[in-house]
């Protein structure tokens, strides 16, 4: 159940608190400040993915070839190039792409 839609876009969410950080992409609010370069953030997991940055630290391996990332979706995708695995396929042409952002490019 979703009964909280936002009154921009019309996407719904089962949350309240879900429906204000949406929210925040419509008015560009980011209260959310890192405090070593003021880059702001629309919410707190953003910003607190941003701030491994400033500490350099990979902690996500690719299992394939051992290069290290700062997120698990890019060690993730990195992976299925090395397989070939392409899980998200388009339902008009059925084209493939192991990246969800190739699908939405596409």
Do not use: I, W
């Amino acid at each position: 159940e979703r009964p909280y839609p936002c009154l921009e876009c019309r996407k719904s969410f089962s949350r309240n608190s879900h429906l204000r950080n949406h929210q925040r992409a419509h008015t560009g609010e980011r209260p959310f400040k890192c405090m070593q370069c003021g880059k702001g953030f629309s919410d707190l997991s953003a910003l607190m993915q941003h701030q491994r940055t400033h500490r350099g630290k990979k902690p996500y391996v690719c299992s394939q070839c051992g290069k290290c990332f700062k997120q698990s979706a890019h060690a993730n995708r990195k992976q299925r190039v090395h397989t070939g695995e392409k899980p998200f396929m388009c339902a008009e042409c059925g084209k493939c792409f192991h990246d969800k952002t190739h699908l939405k490019q596409h």
